[in-house]
């Protein structure tokens, strides 16, 4: 939506200027610690340039240096203009960098002779979402050479995108002009290999069939000199065909030249052995991953999709990643499960069921299918099923399924009435619930009942109270990892366990779902490890550890369990018992010795009347705080009460987290931490008094990756 009047006829110009280009004139870069000459009316843009992102604002970037001119101050809608002093144009261009609202006449920058706007241009954003990065955009004022001008930047909108960034205006007789670029690469090997650079530029990217049609569309921060790391785009099925890689609009084309194809992923070699990859949590080989999505067993294999964007490092352009497991721990990464509808309609979160029966009649030679529920963010509830283990995926001819303001449809079947269900998050201005939908056979749905007071992610299952199989309660929990207990007949929830929500995980932890179909009848859940990050790496965030839920009775009430699944004792490498003595305050710290690289810690101690009990976990100190019962590991402090004058912690250091399973997993704790990498010891000292440690048992771990299976 950048103002394209301006643009035409401009490479007829811009030659001309190549045989005489003379020196850039800087009309403004606002690093100054006021406007200088420029007058500032109205409450938008206060009394001196914006440094940077400004109260409220996604992140503002794209700017030069450290200042800019951001009308978002006290928000959107804050209004007025910004005029300069004026001055004489004396080159072919000016060039700038915009960004904001894109809404013509109310926010952009305006260029004003004898009082008339003589040229204006807009930021790119109308809608939500959208991205506050200021990009480059000029205007050729051939024609009004040697007058004398005023530049205008104005912010006359209130409400969404209400606002505008400006910087960096310099006359100049070589234009920054943004221009399509094109390259054609006949495709001999199945995987493009695209530039990164995080935090660049970010661009939309079509790779176009021979007939022209978008094979793939998507966001990509493009990367002109040395990126960071490569991204790979899955052209398999266009081996032997020349494919067109296209960007519509790009500063410098030649950002193109770095995409190579190749026949397996980028730094296949060195893959799962990167210096910070977790070895035992689970990760995604290139960019982005968040919730956990349909998570199904289904002949051997633990399925887990996920939120996935493969060609960046930060959130955006979501499909389904896929990975499969025999054990929960050990995965195997395969092809993308689900791609984006079209661009911009994305494949947010959903769940899997395998269709016992084939009361969708999506199943083939007497197979039940797999049938998956998800949002697609441009139609509604979608379904999708698959004949191949989860391989590939058709759509229902019927879809959308579900229509409504909401996401993230959860399936599961109710044994006793027959039906389907879903349980689906749904939002409108005042109000945030799960919805109850019914259904038999996954394509027709009839609304049932509504749940207030939730948050999206929702899921729903049965667990027996200490295993009793008379006793059983519904559980209801959303994202946030909040829970109620009550009863569920096949169409509502109906909460037992008071108005208060209840908790056991804290933390870095969101959006967590169980598997469909357990073999074993467990109820296994995997919580997306949400904001463990690793900065500079190919890769971003982690799934938490996968761990069982129960029901156990505690003086409260019956309350969710969570403890680490027992297949992860399979990693164990080494185990060394500490535990059945005194910590005295000041001792010699008896694990100071353990070097290695991932521990697990099983630790049960008598704090007495000791201050505190501090680990040294390769530098991540993790403390018990005995004055306030609280487990402390960096912002995160979670209360742990003891329990018969005991505290229980089971703790996994892997290398970007911290995770705390306290007294047998009533509480669980996920800490995003990346361990000090030259340091490969563990600690433990008592604080203010001794500690009686009856069990301290270090296991050394190995990782949990399979080697790269190759393409
Ligand atoms: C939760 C969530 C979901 C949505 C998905 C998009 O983290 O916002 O509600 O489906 O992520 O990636």
Known sequence: MLATLVLVGSLAVATAAEDSPRPDVLVADFEGDDYGGWKATGDAFGDAPARGTLPGQMPVEGYLGRGLVNSFRNGDDSTGDLTSPPFKIDRTHLNFLIGGGGWAGETGLDLLVDGRVVRSAVGPNREPGGSERLKWDAWDVKDLQGKEATLRVVDRRKGGWGHVNVDQIVQTDTPKIPQ??????????????IPVKTGGPKYRAKILGEDGRPIREFDVELAAGKPDFFAFADLDACKGKTVTFRVDEIEDPKALDGIAQADDVPDAASLYKEPHRPQFHFTSRRGWLNDPNGLVWRDGEYHLFYQHN????????????????????????????????????????????????????????????????????????????????????????????????????????????????????????????????????????????????????????????????????????AADGKYRLGTFDGKAFTPTSGPEKLTTWHGNFYAAQTFSDEPKGRRIQIGWGQNVTFPGSAFNQQMALPVELTLRSTKDGPRMFAEPVEELKSLRAGSKEFGGKALEPGAENPLVAEAGDLFEIELAFRPGSAKSLELDLRGTPLIYDVDRQDVVCKQVRTFVPQVDGVVRLHVFLDRGSVEVFANGGRTAVSVAAIPDDANHSLGIAAKGGPVELEKLTVHALRSSWLAHPGP
Not at 443 to 468: I, M, Q
């Open 180 to 193: 399509a670029a094109t390259r054609a690469i006949a495709l001999e090997k199945r995987f493009l290999h």
């Open 310 to 477: 493969p060609y960046g490092w930060a959130w955006g352009n979501m499909h389904w990643g896929h990975a499969v497991s025999p054990d929960l721990v050990r995965w195997t990464e395969l092809p993308i499960a689900l791609y984006p509808h079209e661009y911009g309609d994305w494949a947010f979160s959903g769940s899997a069921v395998t269709d016992r029966g084939n009361t969708s009649g999506f199943g083939k030679d007497g197979a039940d299918p797999l049938v998956a529920a998800y949002t697609s963010t441009g139609r509604g509830e979608c379904i999708v099923y698959s004949n191949d283990r989860g391989r590939t995926w058709a759509e229902f001819a019927g879809n959308p399924v579900v229509k409504h303001d909401g996401r993230d449809p959860r399936l599961f079947w109710y044994a006793p009435g027959d039906h389907w269900v879903m349980a689906v998050y749904d939002e409108a201005k005042d109000r945030q619930s799960i919805d109850f939908y019914t259904s038999p056979d996954l394509k027709a749905w009839t609304f049932a009942s509504r749940s207030d007071g939730y948050f999206e992610c929702p899921d729903v299952f049965e667990l027996a109270v200490d295993g009793d199989p008379n006793r059983k309660l519904w559980v209801l929990t």
